[in-house]
């Protein structure tokens, strides 16, 4: 249920959910939050059961509300990742010659998904099955969907939501979200494409089967022309079923005139239509995981 309406810096419409899967005692520890070390026991085990919550998939961060349309934020679990970092110790680990301090340990928990060396995904971020991680890095609370390909060195941000299906292409950066407090996750919702070095940023959302050229930058106040009519289109989105690439648009400046990124939408796809150009080998992808 809704507990508070708000809109990223544009277009995106978000709202809190009141309720959460991660336990309530989150609440309390948060209220004395700068009183909490790594001694108290009894608040890293709350925290450690919370935030195993986001790494099993049980509770996310945030989530498409398939009613409203709008994207539902989980504040307790995003709060919960937050405390980890007052109650966890520092640790450090080896992987043959490296060495690494931290206080969230690496996931651990890869139920049909396929983790190539060099890839990192820490605890607390969900892998659906079916999905395969190219030398990438995840970070904590992002929750990728199943059979979502991660290309080499794309990066999903913290408490990022990816959908099923979705490809990450090479070099992708997908934002992370844990402050200021209320930002909204990126979306990359199902059978979306992500074109190489493609950066979306600030709670941008990229809607159902939209295909993004390579190079696109989307942030939440990023414009959105469409190619064919003109029209200018919601902010920090890209439309479900279009294929997008990165453009310009001429902007007027005390200065003079200069051209500003802009999202243009360059074709319309029927929907579940695919782009020819962008299908993975399906073998990779129907036999990629099975061990
Ligand atoms: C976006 C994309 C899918 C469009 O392919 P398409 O539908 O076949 O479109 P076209 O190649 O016919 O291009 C249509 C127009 O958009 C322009 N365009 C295409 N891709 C563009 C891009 N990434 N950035 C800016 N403009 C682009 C083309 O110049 C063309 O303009 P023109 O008609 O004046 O020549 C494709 O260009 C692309 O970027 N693919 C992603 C590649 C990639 O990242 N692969 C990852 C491998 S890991």
């Known amino acids: 249920m809704p507990q508070h309406h708000g809109r990223t810096a544009d277009a995106t419409p978000f709202s809190v959910s009141r309720s959460s899967p991660v336990p309530e005692a989150i609440d309390e520890l948060w209220e004395r939050r ?43 679990a995003r709060r ?49 099955p079916g999905v395969v991680l190219m030398p990438s890095y995840v970070n904590v609370g992002a929750h990728v ?6 290309d080499t060195w794309a990066t999903v941000g913290s408490c990022a939501q990816i959908g099923s299906n979705v490809h990450l292409s090479g070099g992708v950066g997908i934002g992370g979200v ?3 407090p209320g930002a909204v996750p990126v979306v990359v919702e199902d059978e979306t494409f992500v074109g190489s070095r493609s950066v979306i940023v600030e709670g941008a959302r ?35 079923w279009s294929v997008c ?14 051209g500003v990124p802009c999202l243009l939408v360059i074709k319309r796809l029927g929907e579940g239509e ?4 962008l299908l993975l080998e399906s073998l990779f992808r129907e036999h990629g995981t099975a061990l």
Request: without cysteine.
């Open 80 to 128: 919960a990742i937050l405390l980890a970092f007052r109650v966890l110790s520092m640790r450090t680990s080896e992987a043959g010659p490296f060495r690494y301090q931290d206080r969230l340990p690496l996931k651990r928990r890869f139920d049909r998904v396929r983790v190539a060396p060099g890839a990192i995904a820490r605890w607390g971020s969900h892998l659906a």
């Open 178 to 180: 844990l402050e200021p």
């Open 245 to 258: 690439v990165s453009s310009t648009r001429l902007r007027m400046f005390p200065g003079g005139e200069f």
């Open 34 to 76: 700068a009183d909490l070390s790594p001694t108290d026991d009894a608040a890293r085990r709350t925290v450690t059961e919370a935030i195993d919550l986001l790494d099993s998939g049980a509770a996310r961060v945030a989530a498409v509300d398939q009613a409203s349309d709008e994207v539902v934020v989980d504040e307790r």
């Open 145 to 150: 969907g199943a059979g979502t390909l991660v």
């Open 206 to 240: 990229v809607r159902r089967g939209a295909k993004l050229g390579a190079g696109v930058l989307l942030t939440s106040s990023t414009p959105v022309f469409d190619a064919d009519t003109g029209e200018e289109l919601p902010r920090g989105q890209a439309p479900a």
């Open 274 to 277: 695919e782009h020819d150009k």
